[in-house]
């Protein structure tokens, strides 16, 4: 099991290394880039994503969900990467995964965007609350309370008064207004994002492979100080997920070390099988860029989305730090003959 655990280990801190190289390169071209490295392929796919979903936490947190749920809509992604509101002061991303896109996406997605028409919206949306309770609820206790809250059991004496009152028609109103989405701005938007985050992931992952305290992960992860410094990064203004990138980034890296560990056993390895119990996939792994048409069934495979199934560091995880777990899980797994 050691044994294992320290092969990945060491493919993990070369593939942060790589990765940290890799991501400039993931967005030096505008719109869409080749596939043609194998590594570079998945680092694409989560930098994409996550420009996109930094986008979407940027438009929930202005209240323009026109534009948020047109953009969660937009090439139809394998996970929701839309946003949600925790509080008033902040918005996170419904995913926390490394699948929400694939390859495909990485070619297509900034190019369609581009190209894609101009669309116009009437938009309509109600003010304030309804002065009725229109749906039901379980608890007619918790129910009872709320409507003694609003005045509306009759029991408010300022709430039968506005009722009374001829001049406030107990209607709901509402805002129009007409709005126009350009997607060639949309996607120019995601592209200055996808450039801000490649230098984030870089900067941050040779900050990683640095960390000496076995604190320093959870530290870096979630924008904590380390070594007494003010701010984890070295720069003033960040991205609102930048703790969360990088936890992406190492289960993305932790995952193409298990891998490439894998592929280096080989099928004839008992090993092998049980590593893939381990990382919760039944697939052999990828065959070598000199074998023409299991390259051909890959890039088939890539291109479609996995969204009912999922392995062990790929899916959608909200507590960060899976990669060490799933790392220190190794040591309790059966993978000694």
């Known amino acids: 099991n050691s044994c294992v655990r320290k092969k990945i280990v060491e493919l993990n801190t070369r593939m942060r290394r790589v990765f940290a190289a890799l991501v400039l390169l993931a967005s030096t071209v505008r719109f869409g880039g080749s596939l043609s490295n194998a590594q570079y392929r998945p680092l694409a796919r989560l930098l994409l994503q996550r420009s996109i979903q930094t986008q979407l936490v940027y438009l929930t947190d202005f209240h323009d969900e026109l534009k948020a749920d047109w953009l969660e809509q937009f090439g139809a992604p394998c996970a929701p990467l839309g946003a949600e509101r925790v509080s008033n002061r902040e918005s996170r991303p419904r995913y926390h995964g490394l699948d929400g896109l694939t390859d495909a996406h990485v070619e297509t997605y900034l190019k369609s965007m581009v190209a894609a028409p101009a669309e116009a919206f009437a938009v309509r949306y109600p003010v304030g609350r309804p002065d009725v309770v229109t749906r039901e609820t379980e608890d007619a206790e918790l129910a009872q309370k709320a409507l003694s809250m609003w005045g509306l059991d009759g029991t ?59 604190d320093h992960y959870e530290k870096l992860t979630r924008n904590a100080p380390v070594d007494g410094k003010a701010t984890t990064f070295e720069d003033d203004v960040s991205s609102p997920l930048r703790g969360a990138n990088l936890d992406l980034c ?54 479609v989305c996995r969204v009912g199934k999922v392995d062990a560091l790929g899916g959608h995880a909200r507590s960060r730090g899976l990669a060490l777990r799933w790392l220190d899980a190794l040591d309790d797994a059966p993978l000694a003959v």
């Open 156 to 214: 408010n004496p300022a709430a039968a008064s506005r009722r009374r009152n001829p001049y406030l028609k107990a209607s709901q109103r509402y805002i129009e207004y007409n709005e126009t989405i350009y997607p060639s701005r949309c996607a120019t938007l995601i592209a200055q994002t996808r450039a801000q985050l490649a230098l984030e992931f870089a900067t941050d992952l040779r900050k990683l492979v640095d960390a000496t305290e076995a």
């Open 250 to 303: 190492d289960r993305l890296a932790t995952r193409q070390a298990a891998m490439g560990a894998l592929f280096a056993m080989g099928s004839s390895d008992a090993r092998a099988a049980r590593l893939r119990g381990a990382l919760e996939i039944e697939a052999e792994p990828l065959a070598s860029d000199g074998d023409a048409a299991a390259s051909v069934e890959n890039l088939l495979a890539a291109a």
